[in-house]
C-alpha cells in the first residue's frame, strides 16, 4: 500500500464552492447513498478508524470533507444522498452542491461511486453518474458489503452493475469491497494509484462496463 493513504490527515470541509481549497494538486472524491458504507470504505483505504466520521444516523454528512494525503493529493468525502428524512430543501441544496463541485472542480482526477452490493444503481446513483459521464470523469464503482452475500451473487451482481452501465455507455469498472473483511483494499488502491500518483491511465481493477 501506497504509505501516503495510511499517512492520511483531515484537511477542511465545505458547504459551499467558496469554501473549497486551492486549485492545486489532484484529488478523488468518493460519493454514496447514505448508509452505503462511504465513510467506512475510506477509513479502511486509509487504515484508519476515524478518519471519515461514520453514523448509525444516515444522513449526518452535510459538508464536502477533505483529507490530505500529501501537500498535492487528496481523498474528498461528499454528503451522503438519498436519505428520506433529511428536507427536500437541503436535500436540493447537497444536490447543487454536487453538481457545482463534481461538473467545476478542475483538479478532480476521477470519482468512485460507492453502494450497497444489495441495492445498486439507484435514481440517485444513476444522477451522479451522469454527472461524473457528462464531464468525462472517470468512474469507479465500489459495491460495498460484499460479506453480507455469497460468491456466486456477488460475482453476479458485479457483472449485471457493469452490464447496466455498459448499456448506457459509461465506461467505469466495478469491484466488490468489504469493509469489515478488508476485501477488495488492494484492488481499490489500484485505482487511485493510477489516478492520483501516475501519469499513466490505470489498468482496469474489476469488472469493466
Known sequence: MNPAYHQAEFLTSAASLGGLPPEQGLEVAFAGRSNSGKSSAINTLCQQRALARTSKTPGRTQL??????????????????????????????????????????????????????RHPLTDHDWQMIGWAHARHLPLHVLLTKSDKLKRGPVLDTVRQVARALGNEGIEATVQPFSSLKKQGVDDAHSVLDGWLFSEEKPASSGEQA
Open 64 to 117: 464536502i470533507n477533505f483529507f490530505a494525503l500529501d501537500g498535492e493529493h487528496r481523498l474528498v468525502d461528499l454528503p451522503g444522498y438519498g436519505y428520506a428524512k433529511v428536507p427536500e430543501a437541503m436535500r436540493r441544496r447537497w444536490g447543487k452542491l454536487m453538481e457545482d463541485y463534481l461538473t467545476r472542480r478542475a483538479c478532480l482526477r476521477g470519482l468512485v461511486l460507492v453502494m450497497d452490493i
